[in-house]
């Protein structure tokens, strides 16, 4: 076996307990990697490799220096990897034999705190999750850069737990290592998180304050789970963490993983980015907790009717109240992250300019005060009272630290004079040494009648007095003694400058070192009140959301809904996203109603009319009353749903490489096992993944299961023409279509929504749209007018390329009875004849066909 240079030997021990992780080993001003490691970092980093010669072969190695390593960490962490940092823990001029060497923090992309890795308006969760063997998980949140814990128990089984994690933005997920395989599996693939593992659930005494609210042996030993591993990879003061807030699940509305991804409530489907989310449109905070908090918001949507309707009634009031509003807006811009301070401060990484900037946020506390009592709105001001203006904060912070400090914390000029004692003396000391020095100057200048003598001073020499060549003749002699020779003067010091030298720099270097004691002392104070400033940022953020879901109702015109019990009704509904990507005023608005009557609405309508659109404008104004903002529309009786489930069609599916007809059934099942008769479901062009027979027969199972045993507000929308039949026997669903009208051979979509089934299609004329060459749909004007003619009696047109093959499948029966004159031909073509397919359900029509066949074959 080779072996390594004790060197090597150490960092290959430590490597072995960071075996997941970049291992960054510190050797000088470099942090070194090795092996796979180098190998690894080299490709993603692009940074070259090298190698250091070992026993036997060389040993691959890169490194990044030290003081650029932050992006470099940066970009590996953003990767999904985990980065080890490991330092020289001893000084290397007094170590014997190899330096002492320690990983003293584990950087992982659910735990980072470097302001640089944080997307400011992002929240960065961590979460855990524990299996309990009655079937129940917990699962355990937290984002380390504000404190933020959160607890959610799940007794609902694993399929829930996926849901439940799929709506939540974490980027990293611990687990027990004996968490069964392929529900790790699962994690990994659908979630696409760092997984990482942590089989120590006992409960460390340090976090007993943590956990006072807990009397669930779960939801301890959940919790336990995820602060070891914080304390494990962080190792250090986790003073900021607060309690866990218990998450009951009931009390909000449950999206199901693919509602939040189908709707873009955060993001788009397409790029991933917020631009053209519901987010984006609403996003009307100034502060970055604000924008986080609105975001929260957006993946829980309320129940409770009163929490509702006084977040609506906030809304109002910051909705009327204009001049105001602004004012408010604009204090608020002076508002620091406070959440996110309060984590640093526990970190110990804030240094004096920030806490200058803390106290200015304060200090804009009471005229924000000020501001919201001028609404004079009662729950404006019951948010109000709760604002406190930490006035003893402000006051030490005001005594204590000047107004523009440096960045550094260690180089003095930091603490105000006044505030110590023993610093004031350091710094008279220095002062009046100064003060005595430029006295000395001019005593010097009189005494030797040289008008260009002064005294400087430099790191090297210290304090001189310096006197031109041209005037050397004028020093009496003994007096100075030479320390340094320029080209046209000489330096000269005194023993008397050199004692006054002495006391100066003593003071100075004293007072640096005392300032910087005062400064950690500060903070360490500023400690004991992150829980106020906690509380402080969460007021201040839910007054941000508020005033910015009336900035963007004003801006948008949107009101006030009402919450009914059953008839849900909505006047000239606008999609809140897509009316703000068109030009102002061409967005067509659409009313809609369903109550217990009238369920089910089955949209049809062509390609491209407007059914999708139509759709998810319900759901989007449902979740936006239901977080307490205006909607877009002219009037909203809303009914509070308690989930939202959608499916979207394979056709429409632009998302996963997964197999889309599986996929689309699994949706589907979820919808139906999960739904109430307070449920929303979306039901957009299900069935198409598979082939017509299949998919149409499919699709109308699950409407009619849905409508005899959920009864829950759906909306469906399809191509399959066939199924608008169902009208006559599903007495709660009912008919809706999107019109397009023709003009001079072209298709014109008209957007609106009206009752009854749509009576043609205009997939040629899509197509058309689209400049497929014209040859081509020429031949399919061509193919269709022979499709209608085997219609005969019926005028109906097909919907759709599915069609085509149904209908070529009767021409071909057609054919084949001509071409076989001796059977039965007579009877069988007087059959199809007669066949009335529009009544049909595809499986008669099938049954039929193979009566059909059946009695060609005798
Ligand atoms: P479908 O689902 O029927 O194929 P979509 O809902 O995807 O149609 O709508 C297609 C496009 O039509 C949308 O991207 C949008 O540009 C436009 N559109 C839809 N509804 C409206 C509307 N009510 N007013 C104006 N344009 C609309
Ligand atoms: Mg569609």
Same mark, same amino acid.
Not at 177 to 184: A, G, I, K, M, R
Not at 278 to 291: E, H, I, P, Y
Not at 609 to 627: E, P, V
Not at 806 to 818: C, I, P, Q, R, Y
């Given at each position: 076996?080779?072996?390594?240079?004790?060197?090597?030997?150490?960092?290959?021990?430590?490597?072995?307990?960071?075996?997941?992780?970049?291992?960054?080993?510190?050797?000088?001003?470099?942090?070194?990697?090795?092996?796979?490691?180098?190998?690894?970092?080299?490709?993603?980093?692009?940074?070259?490799?090298?190698?250091?010669?070992?026993?036997?072969?060389?040993?691959?190695?890169?490194?990044?220096?030290?003081?650029?390593?932050?992006?470099?960490?940066?970009?590996?962490?953003?990767?999904?990897?985990?980065?080890?940092?490991?330092?020289?823990?001893?000084?290397?001029?007094?170590?014997?034999?190899?330096?002492?060497?320690?990983?003293?923090?584990?950087?992982?992309?659910? +735990?980072?705190?470097?302001?640089?890795?944080?997307?400011?308006?992002?929240?960065?969760?961590?979460?855990?999750?524990?299996?309990?063997?009655?079937?129940?998980?917990?699962?355990?949140?937290?984002?380390?850069?504000?404190?933020?814990?959160?607890?959610?128990?799940?007794?609902?089984?694993?399929?829930?737990?996926?849901?439940?994690?799929?709506?939540?933005?974490?980027?990293?997920?611990?687990?027990?290592?004996?968490?069964?395989?392929?529900?790790?599996?699962?994690?990994?693939?659908?979630?696409?998180?760092?997984?990482?593992?942590?089989?120590?659930?006992?409960?460390?005494?340090?976090?007993?304050?943590?956990?006072?609210?807990?009397?669930?042996?779960?939801?301890?030993?959940?919790?336990?789970?995820?602060?070891?591993?914080?304390?494990?990879?962080?190792?250090?003061?986790?003073?900021?963490?607060?309690?866990?807030?218990?998450?009951?699940?009931?009390?909000?509305?449950?999206?199901?993983?693919?509602?939040?991804?189908?709707?873009?409530?955060?993001? +788009?489907?397409?790029?991933?980015?917020?631009?053209?989310?519901?987010?984006?449109?609403?996003?009307?905070?100034?502060?970055?907790?604000?924008?986080?908090?609105?975001?929260?918001?957006?993946?829980?949507?309320?129940?409770?009717?009163?929490?509702?309707?006084?977040?609506?009634?906030?809304?109002?009031?910051?909705?009327?109240?204009?001049?105001?509003?602004?004012?408010?807006?604009?204090?608020?811009?002076?508002?620091?992250?406070?959440?996110?301070?309060?984590?640093?401060?526990?970190?110990?990484?804030?240094?004096?300019?920030?806490?200058?900037?803390?106290?200015?946020?304060?200090?804009?506390?009471?005229?924000?005060?000020?501001?919201?009592?001028?609404?004079?709105?009662?729950?404006?001001?019951?948010?109000?009272?709760?604002?406190?203006?930490?006035?003893?904060?402000?006051?030490?912070?005001?005594?204590?630290?000047?107004?523009?400090?440096?960045?550094?914390?260690?180089?003095?000029?930091?603490?105000?004079?006044?505030?110590?004692?023993?610093?004031?003396?350091?710094?008279?000391?220095?002062?009046?040494?100064?003060?005595?020095?430029?006295?000395?100057?001019?005593?010097?200048?009189?005494?030797?009648?040289?008008?260009?003598?002064?005294?400087?001073?430099?790191?090297?020499?210290?304090?001189?007095?310096?006197?031109?060549?041209?005037?050397?003749?004028?020093?009496?002699?003994?007096?100075?003694?030479?320390?340094?020779?320029?080209?046209?003067?000489?330096?000269?010091?005194?023993?008397?400058?050199?004692?006054?030298?002495?006391?100066?720099?003593?003071?100075?270097?004293?007072?640096?070192?005392?300032?910087?004691?005062?400064?950690?002392?500060?903070?360490?104070?500023?400690?004991?009140?992150?829980?106020?400033?906690?509380?402080?940022?969460?007021?201040?953020?839910?007054?941000?959301?508020?005033?910015?879901?009336?900035?963007?109702?004003?801006?948008?015109?949107?009101?006030?809904?009402?919450?009914?019990?059953?008839?849900?009704?909505?006047?000239?509904?606008?999609?809140?996203?897509?009316?703000?990507?068109?030009?102002?005023?061409?967005?067509?608005?659409?009313?809609?109603?369903?109550?217990?009557?009238?369920?089910?609405?089955?949209?049809?309508?062509?390609?491209?009319?407007?059914?999708?659109?139509?759709?998810?404008?319900?759901?989007?104004?449902?979740?936006?009353?239901?977080?307490?903002?205006?909607?877009?529309?002219?009037?909203?009786?809303?009914?509070?749903?308690?989930?939202?489930?959608?499916?979207?069609?394979?056709?429409?599916?632009?998302?996963?490489?997964?197999?889309?007809?599986?996929?689309?059934?699994?949706?589907?099942?979820?919808?139906?096992?999960?739904?109430?008769?307070?449920?929303?479901?979306?039901?957009?062009?299900?069935?198409?993944?598979?082939?017509?027979?299949?998919?149409?027969?499919?699709?109308?199972?699950?409407?009619?299961?849905?409508?005899?045993?959920?009864?829950?507000?759906?909306?469906?929308? +399809?191509?399959?023409?066939?199924?608008?039949?169902?009208?006559?026997?599903?007495?709660?669903?009912?008919?809706?279509?999107?019109?397009?009208?023709?003009?001079?051979?072209?298709?014109?979509?008209?957007?609106?929504?009206?009752?009854?089934?749509?009576?043609?299609?205009?997939?040629?004329?899509?197509?058309?749209?689209?400049?497929?060459?014209?040859?081509?749909?020429?031949?399919?004007?061509?193919?269709?007018?022979?499709?209608?003619?085997?219609?005969?009696?019926?005028?109906?047109?097909?919907?759709?390329?599915?069609?085509?093959?149904?209908?070529?499948?009767?021409?071909?029966?057609?054919?084949?009875?001509?071409?076989?004159?001796?059977?039965?031909?007579?009877?069988?073509?007087?059959?199809?004849?007669?066949?009335?397919?529009?009544?049909?359900?595809?499986?008669?029509?099938?049954?039929?066909?193979?009566?059909?066949?059946?009695?060609?074959?005798?």
């Amino acid at each position: 076996m080779a072996k390594y240079t004790p060197m090597m030997e150490q960092y290959l021990k430590i490597k072995a307990d960071y075996k997941d992780a970049f291992l960054f080993f510190r050797l000088g001003d470099f942090y070194e990697m090795f092996f796979e490691d180098a190998i690894n970092a080299a490709r993603e980093l692009e940074i070259t490799l090298t190698k250091r010669a070992g026993q036997d072969e060389p040993i691959p190695m890169c490194g990044v220096p030290y003081h650029s390593a932050a992006n470099y960490i940066k970009n590996l962490v953003e990767k999904g990897y985990k980065v080890a940092i490991c330092e020289q823990v001893e000084d290397p001029k007094t170590a014997k034999g190899v330096v002492k060497r320690e990983v003293v923090q584990l950087i992982t992309p659910g +735990t980072v705190m470097e302001s640089n890795m944080l997307d400011e308006k992002d929240n960065n969760y961590i979460a855990s999750l524990s299996s309990f063997e009655d079937g129940s998980y917990v699962i355990a949140y937290n984002d380390l850069s504000t404190g933020e814990n959160k607890l959610a128990l799940i007794t609902t089984g694993w399929d829930s737990v996926i849901h439940e994690l799929y709506n939540q933005p974490i980027k990293e997920i611990v687990v027990s290592s004996s968490l069964d395989e392929d529900c790790q599996k699962q994690l990994k693939d659908r979630l696409q998180v760092t997984l990482s593992y942590q089989d120590e659930v006992n409960f460390n005494a340090e976090y007993r304050d943590l956990c006072e609210n807990l009397n669930d042996e779960r939801l301890m030993k959940a919790f336990s789970r995820l602060l070891n591993y914080i304390q494990h990879t962080q190792k250090r003061s986790l003073d900021h963490l607060q309690q866990a807030e218990i998450i009951q699940l009931n009390d909000y509305l449950s999206l199901d993983m693919y509602s939040k991804r189908n709707l873009e409530l955060t993001q +788009t489907m397409l790029r991933k980015g917020k631009h053209g989310s519901l987010l984006w449109v609403l996003d009307k905070t100034v502060t970055a907790m604000g924008s986080r908090t609105l975001k929260k918001w957006l993946e829980r949507p309320l129940l409770n009717k009163h929490e509702i309707e006084k977040r609506l009634e906030t809304v109002q009031g910051f909705y009327h109240g204009f001049m105001e509003r602004d004012a408010l807006r604009e204090t608020l811009k002076s508002v620091y992250d406070l959440e996110r301070l309060a984590g640093r401060i526990a970190y110990g990484n804030v240094n004096a300019r920030d806490l200058i900037q803390l106290k200015k946020s304060l200090n804009k506390i009471p005229e924000m005060i000020q501001i919201l009592r001028q609404f004079e709105h009662e729950e404006i001001n019951q948010l109000t009272e709760q604002l406190n203006y930490p006035d003893h904060l402000v006051t030490l912070l005001e005594d204590s630290l000047v107004e523009d400090p440096p960045i550094s914390i260690k180089e003095g000029s930091i603490i105000k004079d006044g505030y110590h004692e023993q610093l004031d003396k350091y710094r008279y000391a220095s002062r009046n040494g100064k003060q005595w020095i430029a006295e000395l100057e001019q005593k010097e200048k009189q005494e030797t009648n040289i008008k260009s003598l002064k005294i400087g001073y430099n790191r090297v020499f210290g304090y001189y007095i310096e006197v031109t060549k041209a005037n050397l003749h004028l020093l009496p002699e003994g007096k100075y003694e030479r320390k340094q020779t320029l080209t046209n003067a000489e330096r000269f010091i005194t023993p008397e400058l050199k004692e006054k030298e002495q006391l100066i720099l003593e003071a100075e270097e004293k007072s640096v070192d005392l300032e910087y004691e005062l400064f950690l002392e500060i903070r360490e104070q500023m400690k004991e009140h992150i829980p106020e400033l906690q509380h402080l940022s969460d007021v201040v953020s839910n007054i941000d959301v508020l005033q910015g879901f009336a900035t963007v109702s004003e801006a948008n015109n949107y009101i006030r809904p009402r919450f009914v019990d059953s008839k849900l009704e909505i006047k000239n509904g606008r999609h809140p996203v897509i009316e703000k990507v068109m030009d102002e005023g061409s967005f067509v608005p659409n009313d809609i109603h369903l109550d217990n009557d009238k369920s089910i609405l089955l949209i049809t309508g062509p390609n491209m009319s407007g059914k999708s659109t139509y759709m998810r404008q319900l759901a989007l104004t449902a979740i936006m009353g239901q977080i307490g903002c205006f909607v877009p529309c002219d009037k909203a009786n809303l009914i509070i749903f308690d989930q939202i489930f959608t499916r979207i069609g394979a056709a429409d599916d632009l998302v996963s490489g997964q197999s889309t007809f599986m996929v689309e059934m699994l949706e589907a099942n979820h919808a139906i096992q999960h739904a109430t008769s307070n449920s929303l479901i979306l039901l957009d062009e299900i069935g198409r993944g598979t082939s017509t027979y299949d998919g149409m027969a499919l699709a109308q199972a699950i409407v009619e299961y849905i409508h005899d045993n959920i009864q829950a507000k759906t909306l469906f929308s +399809t191509h399959y023409h066939e199924l608008t039949s169902l009208e006559e026997s599903l007495t709660h669903l009912k008919n809706v279509h999107v019109r397009a009208e023709e003009f001079e051979g072209n298709v014109v979509f008209l957007h609106k929504v009206k009752d009854g089934a749509a009576d043609e299609s205009y997939g040629i004329h899509v197509a058309k749209l689209a400049e497929l060459p014209e040859q081509l749909i020429d031949r399919a004007g061509v193919i269709l007018k022979q499709l209608e003619a085997t219609e005969t009696k019926h005028t109906r047109t097909s919907e759709s390329s599915n069609q085509l093959s149904f209908f070529d499948e009767v021409n071909e029966v057609l054919k084949a009875t001509k071409e076989q004159e001796e059977l039965p031909v007579q009877s069988i073509a007087e059959d199809i004849k007669n066949l009335n397919l529009l009544e049909m359900t595809p499986l008669e029509a099938i049954n039929e066909l193979y009566r059909l066949q059946k009695k060609v074959s005798k």
